[in-house]
């Protein structure tokens, strides 16, 4: 008799292959779901595989417009950024491919979801706390911290040789000396030779961009347009060619990022479990949305605004999706603000890519009225009297000068 | 009778200069100040221009080293930045530059100090709230605040012509279409042409850098080494000269940049005094060093002490440098936990320097544990059982769940 | 001919009486505009002096319910204080005052409005900051700052001597040795013999509340039941009556408060323009409100929601109101997410009021499963696993025992 | 043979009998810690009663001096408060607990620490993570989280048989229908009857303060001296008497307070892993110091020391204490800031403690000359010019006007 349904997210990999026979092993009935996030891979070759080692059924499903305009363009609007540097890229899609796993779970009528992800890593628990908010009496089976799983298979080897005996498929290639995982919004490395952080990544590596000293020796001009914090439209001055879909515009961008070898990160960065590891990333559009969104903002967004902002929702922001918690109180009560921070940032930014740089050349806004052309400037008396500074200077002082008096810094 | 004497920051330029002569016509007895925090200036020829159209004495003072070591490194450990994308280059001028100022008014018997900043920027404030912190009984003296001034100097045509009456020299230079502000951390361009937020500047205006599409085609290679998150020590790969000197090193670093063609932005940004303005800067050495020192901290520094750091001290600091507030209660509260976080901060970084980019190719640290291969490592079963792991995100999704269950986001 | 109209926010005292007639000697046409947000005060009379002295019209506006529906009752949401006491009760009131008179402004055709708020404190900036974001061409015109106003007046004796001459009728009380302002949530002592911040307010002083000394030995028992953090509903269990109506039920627990001796503080506070003061506060219902919605919260909010809301919201709501920003862009950037975080607050709240104490009894929630009695139960073993809470613990000292090994903070 | 020693924390209670006998049944050598920090405990009858059942050897140690001068007095500087009500009492506590235990292991010999600490609770974490903190190596015996130990003895009654079983001697007492945890700053109530949010704790639950309906009619006076924000000494103006050891002082205003009934709170607060528990506490003596404390912070501190204090070091210190992680880098990293934070906090408070009631009556420093009576007074002309207000609210509005202009929230 059966243990149950079992709907494991599956990749056609490996790993994923293996946990799928073991399961049904097990005694599980074991469904296949693939989520199309726009990272590189043969579904329907996947979809064969899953079938012909057991499983009682697969769905694939393209999530990547849902995940361009739930996830990535919010993440744009809030500055979403990790300890400087991260874009978040492996983080951003655990929502979306979690949700979409946890509604064919109840559609299905499974009772358990499983995924491959291991026991040291920040995958495991966005997807388990994703899966837990979403349905909280769902069962996970983790099959990578269940000790007679991994003690049976402590390394590469042990997967191959279970894989022969239970004719499971596999793909002779020789394996990279690191992993990746990718999605339409960026591809990561991680693991093997990485793991000493002072190695200089292989040239070779590098997926997505090519090398900036490999891009061209002519820059591309653009033009992108934001209503409320969303890239609406991009414009290429080079070749006159105009993209407005939310996920064709996307991929546009990345197209552009990817030959001007623009998005590579190298890092060290804190998982959520407290451990550090190396990541190199690649986040082709997703740089070059930053840098214009943040341009744009100068000229649209109040100050006040900005620094609350900057301040409060866009770490906030970033790390509650790095540690897995977008279904969330706490991100559900972030959110109302997030999108009224937007409500003026509209306008458009001329960008210049080049050799890994995006340069601002430019921006304006129809709409916006904070940015005064005549007060700001300084050669003009307009707007208000110089006399207003001098009031406005003592009584900032007021306060300093108090200080002064006792102050331990003395000229 | 003389009203008392002034000392004036001065700078060898017609408003200054103007400013020196009409001071005196209006009865003050005038000393001229020259800081010198590595701008381009003639200082000993603007020395004679202030003696010649009367200034009592002259004082020049080379800041730059203090500069570079009490205001531009503690800003690298800060990661200072303001609105994203300013390095805050002339903001971290001024504090050096006001307090040697009072300390000469205090060592000459000035009872005023006086400067020749406009009444809607950033460095009147900057100015004077240093000044009344220091000494708060000093009188200050801002003619471009004083209507009968600057009613009488409408513009630079009226300036002009006082030079002519007064025979104040004046170089016969066509103006540059913009205002600049340089010191040895950058240089700024604002106001003119650029008041326009959607004209690109204009090719020939970057004075520091070359143009990205202008620097070699071949890369150069360095180590910096840092000490409690204080640069210590430059190495070049490519010619194998090695820097150390504080002022000495940042320097090189700026020599560096310059020939990279690294650290130019363009931005709107928000003054002090709420209006909006256009600048574009150029941060060679400091575009180098921040983004170093952002690395190593991934290597050695706590999760949660580099998460309060960003939230709290990296935009505090910021923000009191630029509204002018290094000299406040404030920013000696926060200082002793800025050098605190600073402590495990030792190590080097790996960079490459390439038309615009400063690319990261590796860190170590030989006293920092908080990197462990090992424990990072996804294929060996180190450092904690990922039975661990299965708790932590039980306990983690305890109050998801809860959440869960009344939860409008259903799946 | 005249100067155009002016909207002067009018008390019926001396000193805007005083305004109002010096306003009109100035070449103005005055209209009087006082507003009711439920400060004692005799409108009628105040209206017939108004119209006395040479008043074009007056207008009389009963604000109380949108003060206590639009102000209040949201500070009570976000748990508003400034500097860890003050209730904000002189605050909260002026935006709807401020934006009233700009309504009755444009309706009645005024260029200008004024106030008799002094050059050195909060009122100022609170009402003339709403001014200008309301209505940013408005004209402010605020004796208290025009020298040619408070140097003909540089004391009462002068405006008892001017109201003589120019028949303004006086009421002959003996002035107290204090100014007050009061309103519905609230009455302030400021000034006077109060200047001196180790004086101990006199006995006599407080006009609100009674001396806890002297409140009643008996406790009285209340029930109060929120939504959406929104007090609805007021049930008195010693005498069995019930409140439901917004302004009703907030003026019944002022009722309960001041008889229960409820609501006082006394301290030093820093006003937006640096200068520290001195102030007595009563703010009787506000006061039971706070305590009570605090108390829901713990059992209705999450933990995560909280942590957030205290540290974003909290301050940067009452610091927004106590500067005098509320209409502003900031603050419409934080309402929605306030607003968010109040979805959940639900249920009811027992409190016992006694001898200025106000002791929390129990509180219950029908909707929300966040408190799960079983699950905090010590005896009990539901809801998770002890072992989880060993990995969670194991996970947790993965970052602090890294830091151990070179801790300085050796054992 | 012996599997090694273990440092039990001990209490002497039913629990941790039986956990030190089940140890030595495990096959350990147990020695009994217990640390003096304030609470009421028979220590000597404990000791012999460990020795009794099988204890190798007992520690106890006074750490009340220690716990009040390193944690209580920096949480009074601090302000220390979680989720708005709770002081923090059993938190507190256990930084130093663990510390000695640490420590007394270190030098017994000891490999294994344990504890009596429940699965769900706060407790097992904070002192977990500082014994991991402080010897990363240490291993830890939690006995109720393991199912061995907490599935023998799922009840009261089972410990009950055992104690009969292996000769531990039971005290008759009646077990209250709730567990207390107490020590010198407070007392903790929770579990059992008070699982009930909405149950009123009964009357005679409450130890260490009488019923603020039982106290004194008469009120106490007292002025408490602060020095750098630490209390120094309490006088007591009814009777005269003073005291100024830190831990006198602290056992004096305890006294003081536990008569006049102050310190009482009964809360529903979210514990570290997840879950919302209720809790009744009484901290008599400091709830008098920290109104205290913030009140004399209104007259000495700096309006944005506060402000940034209050925003970050306020609530960082108060979780980090809660969640058990007094130990921890970010501890070490922000306590500088606190400590430079109070430099300025000298001077006393006059206090009246009546019923429940912590009055303030007026305060005072020689030091600190941030408060200026001339220029907080309303009716002096003191200290700065009217006219800077003008321009200070001028330049203020300069951005709201701007985003008036196409504001919403029209008038």
Request: proline residues 5%; hydrophobic residues 35%; aromatic residues 10%.
């Amino acid at each position: 008799m059966s243990k149950g349904r079992v709907l494991l997210a599956y990749s056609g990999g490996l790993d994923t292959s293996c946990i799928l026979v073991w399961l049904i092993e097990q005694g599980y009935d074991v469904f296949a779901y693939m989520a199309n996030v726009g990272q590189e891979e043969d579904f329907e070759a996947a979809k064969v595989k899953a079938l012909t080692i057991g499983a009682k059924g697969v769905f694939i499903e393209d999530l990547r417009k849902e995940y361009v305009e739930e996830l990535i363009f919010p993440s744009v609007q809030a500055n979403a950024i990790y300890e400087n540097v991260y874009l978040l890229g492996t983080s951003l899609a655990r929502p979306v491919i979690a949700r979409r796993q946890i509604q064919i779970a109840i559609r299905e009528g499974c009772q358990f979801v499983s995924h491959g992800c291991t026991g040291k890593g920040n995958d495991q628990v966005r997807f388990e706390l994703a899966y837990y908010a979403l349905k909280p009496d769902i069962k996970v089976i983790s099959p990578w911290r269940i000790p007679e799983f991994y003690e049976r298979f402590p390394g590469r080897q042990s997967l191959l040789e279970y894989a022969a005996q239970k004719n499971i498929p596999v793909v002779q290639t020789t394996k990279a000396p690191w992993s990746t995982d990718g999605n339409i919004y960026h591809i990561s490395y991680e693991a093997g030779v990485l793991e000493d952080p002072n190695a200089t990544p292989p040239r070779d590596m590098w997926q997505l961009t090519v090398d900036p000293e490999d891009a061209p020796d002519t820059p591309e001009r653009i033009t992108i347009i934001f209503e409320k914090g969303v890239p609406v439209k991009v414009h290429n001055h080079n070749d006159g060619t105009t993209h407005t879909d939310s996920l064709e515009l996307f991929l546009y961008l990345n197209t552009l990022a990817r030959r001007n070898g623009i998005g590579r990160i190298d890092i060290v960065e804190n998982r959520y479990i407290g451990i550090k590891s190396r990541g190199c990333y690649e986040t082709p559009g997703g740089t070059i949305l930053r840098a214009a969104h943040i341009d744009l903002e100068g000229l649209t967004l109040d100050r006040e605004v900005r620094r609350l902002r900057d301040q409060f929702i866009t770490p906030t922001w970033s790390n509650l999706l790095y540690n897995g918690q977008y279904f969330s109180p706490e991100l559900q009560f972030i959110r109302p603000s997030l999108i009224a921070s937007q409500e003026s940032v509209n306008g458009e930014v001329k960008l210049k890519l080049y050799k890994g740089n995006v340069i601002i050349e430019g921006r304006k806004s129809d709409t916006s009225k904070l940015y005064d052309m005549e007060e700001s400037s300084m050669d003009v008396q307009g707007g208000f009297s110089p006399v207003d500074s001098e009031g406005f200077i003592r009584i900032q002082s007021i306060r300093l000068k108090k200080w002064g008096i006792d102050n331990a810094e003395k000229p």
